[in-house]
């Protein structure tokens, strides 16, 4: 695993949550992640849906993860699918990309922060675990009112 991406107690949090989220910045290296964490239970790939409409993609990610106990989804579109209804046990967001964005890529990232922010307040109630990559390693989430 990277240092950019490691995490103590893999294994621990792998054993801990059984529906794990990853989301962030485009290019913050959230697919790596996923890669990294793959212990063999279903992973969703938000970008898969790319061919779909935009509006469309929270219900097709819905979808594909119905009935599943354990798994791995990760993506853009994850805050959105949140909001539609998502159940997850810990989201692990990257809000700093690994490279330089173009315009229209860091709106996407202050956009998906937003949601991700709204979802947290008004829909998730802080119930679930939100782990935030920093420099220092993953930090909670800041809850704030």
Same mark, same amino acid.
């Given at each position: 695993m990277t240092t950019a991406h490691r995490i103590?107690? &893999?294994?621990?949090?792998?054993?801990?949550?059984?529906?794990?989220?990853? %989301?962030g910045a485009p290019r913050?290296?959230?697919?790596? &992640?996923?890669?990294d964490l793959d212990d063999g239970r279903l992973a969703?790939? %938000?970008d898969d849906y790319r061919h779909l409409p935009w509006s469309e993609v929270p219900g097709a990610v819905l979808e594909a993860l119905e009935g599943s106990e354990g798994f791995l989804v990760e993506g853009v579109q994850v805050p959105r699918t949140l909001r539609k209804g998502l159940q997850v046990d810990v989201v692990l967001y990257m809000p700093q990309p690994r490279h330089e964005l173009s315009s229209g890529q860091s709106a996407m990232a202050k956009g998906l922060n937003t949601v991700l922010l709204d979802w947290r307040a008004n829909y998730d109630n802080n119930n679930t675990t939100v782990l935030v990559a920093t420099p220092d390693g993953w930090q909670p989430m800041e809850v704030t009112s």
């Open positions: 103590d107690g &893999l294994d621990a949090l792998l054993a801990r949550f059984r529906r794990i989220a990853i %989301t913050a290296g959230k697919s790596t &992640l996923a890669r969703v790939h %938000t």
